[in-house]
Nanobody
Framework: QVQLVESGGGLVQAGASLRLSCAAS????????MGWFRQAQGKEREFVAA????????DYELSVKGRFTISRDNAKNTVYLLMNSLKPEDTAVYYC???????????????WGQGTQVTVSS
């Protein structure tokens, strides 16, 4: 099965930046849209960002738009989430997800990573 492994989380102060990475197994990475979700304690898991298979289309949740940037390096089978101007409300476990097609469609993902913790202090 496909394995997704996130890394890059940590404890930072408000206003700082972090770059999350998601390494995917397999050699068909470039055929699939990829995305990031997050889940804060006591809250539902929510969509953060997605990127299509070719990397020329991206989508963001409104609260992170303009601060976060999703990108991918298909040669490295890796998707990234650059998070700038972090806020305490960004504190959550961040999960990498693979969509089932070339373009991201809501609910149409098939693999999840184990998550990486991001904690932003005030």
């Amino acid at each position: 099965q496909v394995q997704l492994v996130e890394s890059g989380g940590g404890l930072v102060q408000a206003g700082a930046s972090l770059r999350l990475s998601c390494a995917a197994s397999g050699r068909t990475f470039s055929m699939y849209a990829m995305g990031w979700f997050r889940q804060a304690q006591g809250k539902e898991r929510e969509f953060v960002a997605a990127i299509n298979w070719s990397g020329d289309r991206s989508d963001y949740e409104l609260s992170v738009k303009g601060r976060f940037t999703i990108s991918r390096d298909n040669a490295k089978n890796t998707v990234y989430l650059l998070m700038n101007s972090l806020k305490p409300e960004d504190t959550a476990v961040y999960y990498c997800v693979r969509y089932s097609d070339h373009e991201p469609r809501k609910g149409e993902y098939d693999y999840w990573g184990q998550g990486t913790q991001v904690t932003v202090s005030s």
